[in-house]
């Protein structure tokens, strides 16, 4: 065969084989080991070279099990479980494109034995969840940490989707890049934009045409709310949706069916008091991220101050009325 390749080789590549062939459902004999050596790399070596192989790969450290049906890896950096996790993430992940989620799955298979990938059924449906077409995501993530590094600020052109489901540039923004930040399955841009003197949050996946500039970057610490650094729990909890509105005291009531809800989202910012047969919510937030959030539970919660945001839930409700008190086009 024309891959053959010398004997010198063969402790690498039986470790490799152990690697890539077994697990502990699935042993190699000896037998087994020869027939790799030879098949995959062109190696020929007697049985008694194998076992002595297999002896020093344990002498040196690498854990290999043996029992009467063969020996195998013992021990590897992630257990399969923890693979399919990792794995199930990738999947789930819509600002990681199609193509690059079928390269990461099959990274992330390789550091199992073969024998993992037919447990992942579902890395052959990659094409099937909605998934980002923005190539430049992962360039985007090492421009920013290199931004971040360099103290530098960055320009970019920010994109929302059309009606054709394509990105369209909207806007384009002149930052100084503070952290990157994992929020409900999405990447953002914690900046400050330069031009309109506030931390905004920008979805890394809606950004294009990034570049590092030679402008030094607004130190954090000099804009206002910030002069102590990154309160992440706070962060996490008074910007559920990741607006950058001001953040005020809000309270409303909540049925008890909603309150799993209530804490799952704000957890410890959430101060709540039983109130005649419901519950009463204190948190400090963002009003638009609460607008937002109430609007989804609005059979259970009722917005009690500030007022204005109160005022905005009813002109939100009068208009979804009256959109659907009308009687529909005889076109539809």
Same mark, same amino acid.
């Given at each position: 065969?024309?891959?053959?390749?010398?004997?010198?080789?063969? $402790?690498? #590549?039986?470790?490799?084989?152990?690697?890539?062939?077994?697990?502990?459902?699935?042993?190699? !004999?000896?037998?087994?080991?020869?027939?790799?050596?030879?098949?995959?790399?062109?190696?020929?070596?007697?049985?008694?070279?194998?076992? *002595?192989?297999?002896?020093?790969?344990?002498?040196?450290?690498?854990?290999?099990?043996?029992?009467?049906?063969?020996?195998? $890896?013992?021990? @590897?950096?992630?257990?399969?479980?923890?693979?399919?996790?990792?794995?199930?993430?990738?999947?789930?992940?819509?600002?990681?494109?199609?193509?690059?989620?079928?390269?990461?799955?099959? +990274?992330?298979? +390789?550091?199992?034995?073969?024998?993992? @990938?037919?447990?992942?059924?579902?890395?052959?449906?990659?094409?099937?969840?909605?998934?980002?077409?923005?190539?430049?995501?992962?360039?985007?993530i090492s421009i920013v940490d290199e931004a971040i590094e360099g103290a530098k600020q960055?320009?970019?052109?920010?994109?929302?989707?059309?009606?054709?489901?394509?990105?369209?540039?909207?806007?384009?923004?002149?930052?100084?890049?503070?952290?990157?930040?994992?929020?409900?399955? *999405?990447?953002?841009?914690?900046?400050?934009?330069?031009?309109?003197?506030?931390?905004?949050?920008?979805?890394?996946? +809606?950004?294009?045409?990034?570049?590092? !500039?030679?402008?030094?970057? !607004?130190?954090? *610490?000099?804009?206002?709310?910030?002069e102590k650094g990154i309160d992440y729990r706070r962060l996490a909890s008074a910007f559920?949706?990741?607006?950058?509105?001001?953040?005020?005291?809000?309270?409303?009531?909540?049925?008890?069916?909603?309150?799993?809800?209530?804490?799952?989202?704000?957890?410890?910012?959430?101060?709540? +008091?039983?109130?005649?047969? #419901?519950?009463?919510?204190?948190?400090?937030?963002?009003?638009?991220?609460?607008?937002?959030?109430?609007?989804?539970?609005?059979?259970?919660?009722?917005?009690?101050?500030?007022?204005?945001?109160?005022?905005?839930?009813?002109?939100?409700?009068?208009?979804?009325?009256?959109?659907?008190?009308?009687?529909?086009?005889?076109?539809?």
């Amino acid at each position: 065969m024309s891959n053959i390749e010398p004997k010198k080789n063969a $402790l690498l #590549r039986i470790y490799q084989i152990f690697q890539r062939y077994s697990d502990y459902d699935h042993p190699l !004999t000896q037998d087994k080991i020869q027939y790799y050596l030879s098949q995959k790399f062109g190696i020929e070596l007697e049985r008694k070279a194998v076992g *002595r192989n297999v002896s020093y790969l344990k002498e040196a450290g690498v854990e290999i099990e043996s029992n009467k049906r063969g020996s195998y $890896l013992a021990y @590897r950096e992630f257990d399969d479980s923890e693979l399919r996790l990792l794995v199930d993430g990738v999947l789930a992940s819509k600002y990681i494109t199609a193509n690059h989620s079928k390269m990461l799955i099959d +990274k992330l298979c +390789k550091l199992s034995s073969e024998h993992f @990938r037919a447990h992942v059924n579902n890395v052959y449906s990659v094409d099937q969840w909605s998934k980002s077409d923005n190539c430049q995501f992962f360039l985007n993530i090492s421009i920013v940490d290199e931004a971040i590094e360099g103290a530098k600020q960055i320009t970019f052109s920010y994109n929302k989707f059309g009606a054709d489901k394509k990105l369209h540039v909207t806007s384009s923004h002149r930052v100084s890049p503070y952290q990157m930040i994992l929020h409900n399955q *999405r990447y953002y841009l914690m900046a400050y934009n330069e031009k309109w003197k506030n931390v905004g949050y920008y979805r890394l996946d +809606k950004i294009t045409d990034m570049q590092i !500039t030679d402008e030094l970057v !607004t130190p954090l *610490r000099s804009v206002e709310g910030y002069e102590k650094g990154i309160d992440y729990r706070r962060l996490a909890s008074a910007f559920p949706y990741m607006f950058s509105d001001k953040i005020e005291r809000v309270e409303f009531f909540a049925e008890e069916a909603v309150i799993d809800q209530v804490v799952d989202w704000f957890g410890d910012n959430a101060v709540i +008091k039983k109130a005649d047969g #419901r519950f009463k919510v204190s948190v400090n937030v963002s009003p638009a991220a609460m607008e937002y959030w109430a609007m989804q539970y609005l059979n259970s919660v009722e917005i009690i101050t500030p007022a204005t945001l109160r005022d905005k839930i009813k002109d939100n409700l009068n208009n979804a009325m009256a959109k659907y008190n009308n009687n529909l086009s005889s076109e539809v």
